[in-house]
Every structure is written in structure tokens, then in C-alpha cells.
């Protein structure tokens, strides 16, 4: 309120009501003074000037060096990568679960049957559905740990390898 009665932007019966009391009170007197140093101060004070290579300046401040861009992984050896292994966890499950592979040649032969013999089929298959359904859990779970495995290694393991194949180790 004293910088408004110092700028004389106060209505005048508000005026009057700081001027009262500022000659009771000798606190607010006191920072009225200081106020008016202040505004005096700020009157005289002059803004800095801009330098004429402020754009260079401002330029060359925020320029940094890129980093060496990587190289990613090719997708197709991703995906070769992937089917690879894919290919190796199915031929070790039926090198380990005989019964699995029973069960895929008997769905081959009633698929290629007529459509009477559907649901015969059906009903053979109805035994393996568990085991149906345990596999497909495991592909996906296997998929799961492959894409994290495949995320892990371009993410971490990749610049290790590069450094110690490229550079030497380390000292």
C-alpha cells in the first residue's frame, strides 16, 4: 500500500488514511523513506546494453557435440535371430514330449479329411487340450523372454561388445 501512496495511485480518502498514519507511526515511516531511496535509485539506474554478437554468443552457448549415432541391428537378422531360436525351442519340445508330435500328425490327417470326420477329430484332441493349452502358454511366455532377451541385449549388451571387440579391453 506505501509503494501506491508513493505513486499517488491511491483514491484520496485512502491517501489521507495512510498519511495519518504514517505520522503516528515511525516503522512505516521509516520504510516510506526507504521506498523512496529505492525509487530514486531505480530512476537513475540504466538498462544494460545488448553486445552486437548476441546471436553468436547465444549460438555458440548451446551448440553441443552429437553423439556418434549407433548402428541398429538389422531387422532381418532380428528376425532370424528369433526364428532360429523359436525353431530350436519346438524341435527340443518334440524331441522331449513324443506324445506332441503324435498329436500334431493326427490334427494334420482329420484336417485333411472331410468335414464328417471333424468331429471325430474333435473328440481325439480332447484329451491333449491341456497340453494344448500348456504349450501355447509356454510359446508365449517364450516369446516374452525373447523380446526381452533381444531388448536387453541391443540395449546393454550390444555397446559392450562393440567396445571390447572394437577398442580392446578395457584398463
Not at 484520496?12 to 526507504?34: F, K, M, Q, S, Y
Not at 552457448?61 to 528369433?82: D, E, G, M, N
Not at 494334420?108 to 468335414?115: K, T
Request: hydrophobic share 55%.
Amino acid at each position: 500500500m506505501l509503494d501506491d501512496y508513493l505513486e499517488g495511485a491511491l483514491r484520496p480518502r485512502e491517501g489521507r488514511l495512510v498519511a495519518a498514519h504514517l505520522r503516528g507511526c515511525a516503522g512505516c515511516a521509516r520504510l516510506l523513506d526507504e521506498l523512496r531511496v529505492v525509487d530514486a535509485l531505480l530512476t537513475t539506474a540504466r538498462a544494460p546494453g545488448v553486445p552486437r554478437d548476441i546471436t553468436a554468443a547465444v549460438v555458440s552457448a548451446t551448440a553441443t557435440t552429437r553423439p556418434k549415432a549407433r548402428r541398429p541391428l538389422p531387422l532381418t537378422v532380428a528376425l532370424l535371430l528369433y526364428l532360429l531360436s523359436a525353431w530350436a525351442v519346438a524341435a527340443v519340445a518334440f524331441m522331449r514330449l513324443p506324445d506332441l508330435a503324435q498329436i500334431g500328425s493326427v490334427s494334420i490327417v482329420f484336417a485333411q479329411r472331410d468335414l464328417a470326420a471333424l468331429g471325430a477329430a474333435s473328440r481325439a484332441l480332447a484329451p491333449a487340450t491341456p497340453l494344448a493349452a500348456a504349450a501355447v502358454t509356454g510359446v508365449l511366455l517364450i516369446d516374452v523372454v525373447l523380446l526381452a532377451a533381444t531388448f536387453y541385449a541391443y540395449r546393454r549388451l550390444r555397446p559392450l561388445l562393440a567396445f571390447y571387440l572394437g577398442r580392446g579391453s578395457r584398463t
